[in-house]
C-alpha cells in the first residue's frame, strides 16, 4: 500500500525563523496532499493542501511544494510564532493503493522558542 | 457550521470489555472515516463509510467494527478489548468518498484507555 515518511520527527526554531518539513511517498498516483496541524487535546486540523496538479501554492506564511517526479512535498512555514507549536501531520490519498482512505506521516513535533 | 463531534471524549475500559464509540459527521457530509492514533504507530487507518456502506478497510483485526446511520452518524465498536487498543480514536468527515482529492474535517477525539 501507500508509504508516507515525514521528516523531520522533531523541529526546534526560533521565533521569527522559518521552519520546513518534508514527506515523500510512494504511490505515484497519489493526487492530493494535505498538511494538518494538531495541537494538544484536539484533533487534527487542515492547514493546507495542494493537489497534484499544481505545484506550489500559499496561504499567508504557509506554503506547500510538490514534486511529482520526485514523489515529495514540503510545508513551509515563515516568520513562525510561538503559537505555530504544535504536531504537524502530511498526508497522501487519492492513488491507486490507497484510494478512499489517507495514509499519514509519522508527525513533526515543531516547537518555537520566543 | 458545527464542526465534526465525537462521544464520548474520555473512556476507561477493562480488558476483555466491549466498547462503542460515536461520531456525527458535519452536516451535509456523507463520508465519515476513523483512524486509530497512538505514540508509536501514528494515524492508523480503520475504515471508512459512506451512505451506510463500508467502502474502504484498514489492516485491523475484526474486533474492530464499525457502522455508519441514514443521517451519516457512525459508530465503531471494539470488542475484547487489549491493552494495546488504548488509543486516541478519531473520526473525520468529508462530502464524498474520503481520500479521493477530498478534505478531511476531525473531530477532537475519543481517548480510550484500557487497564
Known amino acids: 500500500g501507500e508509504n508516507v515518511e515525514q521528516h523531520p520527527s522533531t523541529l526546534s526554531v526560533q521565533e521569527g525563523d522559518s521552519a520546513v518539513i518534508k514527506c515523500t511517498y510512494s504511490?505515484?498516483?497519489?493526487?492530493?496532499f494535505p498538511w494538518y496541524k494538531q495541537e494538544l487535546g484536539k484533533g487534527p486540523q487542515l492547514i493546507i493542501d495542494?493537489?497534484?496538479?499544481?505545484g506550489e501554492k500559499k496561504d499567508q506564511r504557509i506554503a506547500v511544494t510538490l514534486n511529482k517526479t520526485a514523489k515529495h512535498f514540503s510545508l513551509h512555514i515563515t516568520e513562525t510564532q510561538p503559537e505555530d507549536s504544535a504536531v504537524y501531520f502530511c498526508?497522501?490519498?487519492?492513488?491507486?493503493?490507497?484510494?478512499?482512505?489517507?495514509?499519514f506521516g509519522d508527525g513533526t513535533t515543531l516547537t518555537v522558542k520566543p | 457550521k458545527a464542526g465534526v463531534t465525537q462521544t464520548p471524549r474520555y473512556l476507561i475500559k477493562t480488558r476483555g470489555q466491549q466498547v462503542t464509540l460515536s461520531c456525527s459527521p458535519i452536516?451535509?457530509?456523507?463520508?465519515v472515516s476513523w483512524y486509530q492514533q497512538t505514540p508509536g504507530q501514528g494515524l492508523q487507518f480503520l475504515f471508512e463509510?459512506?451512505?451506510?456502506?463500508?467502502?474502504n478497510k484498514g489492516n485491523f483485526p475484526g474486533r474492530f467494527s464499525g457502522r455508519q446511520f441514514s443521517n451519516s452518524r457512525s459508530e465503531m465498536n471494539v470488542s475484547t478489548l487489549e491493552l494495546g487498543d488504548s488509543a486516541l480514536y478519531l473520526c473525520?468527515?468529508?462530502?464524498?468518498?474520503?481520500?479521493?482529492?477530498?478534505?478531511?474535517?476531525f473531530g477532537p477525539g475519543t481517548r480510550l484507555l484500557v487497564l
Open positions: 473525520a468527515s468529508s462530502t464524498g468518498l474520503a481520500g479521493v482529492q477530498e478534505t478531511q474535517y
Open positions: 504511490d505515484s498516483a497519489s493526487n492530493y
Open positions: 495542494i493537489r497534484s496538479n499544481v
Open positions: 498526508a497522501a490519498s487519492g492513488g491507486n493503493t490507497n484510494a478512499g482512505k489517507s495514509t
Open positions: 452536516s451535509g457530509h456523507r463520508s
Open positions: 463509510y459512506f451512505s451506510e456502506t463500508q467502502r
